[in-house]
């Protein structure tokens, strides 16, 4: 197994299904109170460049849960000390290292230079961690992802990246449906499109993009560090709102779902996500499971 846990893209298929079905275990044992504390003694730190609800919230909860102790860093790196300087300094002092910065390079660099597992818990290239947990969450309510159509709408960013890099382990259709000039990283499609185990494609029309889909997926049209293009992307986005007229095009039992924070009235409306369809606070909650579940394989790996 990797050392680290940047990118789907560096698991194989059998060890990335290995982690969910841990994560489903350690969903249990917390569900019905069994004792599961496999990291008892170990401390992690937190090292975030950006405000969080649910990463932050989750990693520590569940490290508290494993047995371990969490130390929240909150500092841009690279402004008092560089990325290479703080990960030699925590690999003296911690166990593992959770990272959510704005560059990915960020926690390449911290990978490099730290003799820990370090785990990437955002960037602005991919976001592993929530798709890991929305894989979990799929298996859930469909049994599995072989076979599903899923529709990302929106913004070809680094949610879209590790729900392309995870096409290329699982067998299923991924179509990113966005404006032209919205597709994001061109090596994460070329990628995706020769090592996919079903399709990955881009529609630009919004109602045939997601034509027959199981799942619809969004996510908010400007991420953090895009604050500035808000106004502009509004107007772009808007044909590509997720309301109850785009979800009639998917199929009629289509899932919603969506990382979250979701912006209510932009990317979707209130009807969809307070729908029965919508499962994205299950995908929040098995945030807590998954990353339990890279916590525990890469620190025991470690020994």
């Known amino acids: 197994m990797h050392p680290n846990f940047l990118s789907l893209a560096d698991f194989s298929t059998e060890e990335l299904s290995d982690l969910l079905n841990l994560a489903d275990l350690l969903k249990e044992q917390q569900r019905t109170g069994v004792d599961h504390r496999e990291l008892k003694g170990k401390v992690v730190a937190m090292v975030f460049e950006k405000p969080s609800l649910r990463t932050r919230m989750t990693f ?95 913004d070809g960013n680094n949610m ?28 994460i499609h070329a990628f995706a499109a020769k090592e996919a185990k079903g399709s990955v494609s881009v529609s630009n029309d919004p109602a045939e993009g997601v034509r027959g889909a199981d799942v619809i997926y969004t996510d908010v049209w400007a991420s953090m560090g895009q604050e500035d293009e808000k106004s502009a992307r509004a107007l772009v986005f808007a044909p590509y709102q997720v309301n109850a007229e785009l979800m009639s ?54 020994g």
């Open 60 to 154: 520590e909860a569940g490290i508290f849960q494993l047995g371990a102790h969490a130390i929240f860093y909150p500092d841009k790196l690279g402004a008092r000390e560089s990325e290479a300087d703080v990960a030699r300094n925590l690999t003296r002092w911690v166990d593992a290292i959770v990272a959510r910065t704005f560059r990915h390079e960020s926690v390449e660099i911290m990978a490099e230079y730290a003799s820990v597992p370090v785990v990437n818990a955002l960037t602005d290239r991919l976001h592993p961690c929530q798709v890991l947990a929305d894989a979990q969450t799929l298996r859930e309510h469909r049994g599995g992802l072989d076979g599903l159509k899923i529709a990302f709408v929106g």
């Open 249 to 302: 095009k998917a199929k009629s039992d289509a899932l919603f779902m969506h990382c979250l924070p979701a912006h209510r009235g932009e990317e979707v409306t209130d009807e969809v996500i307070e729908s029965d369809q919508s499962i994205v606070f299950d995908e929040a909650e098995n945030r807590l499971h998954a990353q339990k579940a890279i916590l525990v394989a890469l620190m025991k790996n470690r």
């Open 160 to 187: 879209f990246a590790s729900w392309a890099n995870l096409a290329t382990r699982f067998p299923f259709d991924l179509t990113l449906v966005c404006p032209e000039g919205y597709e994001g990283d061109e090596a």
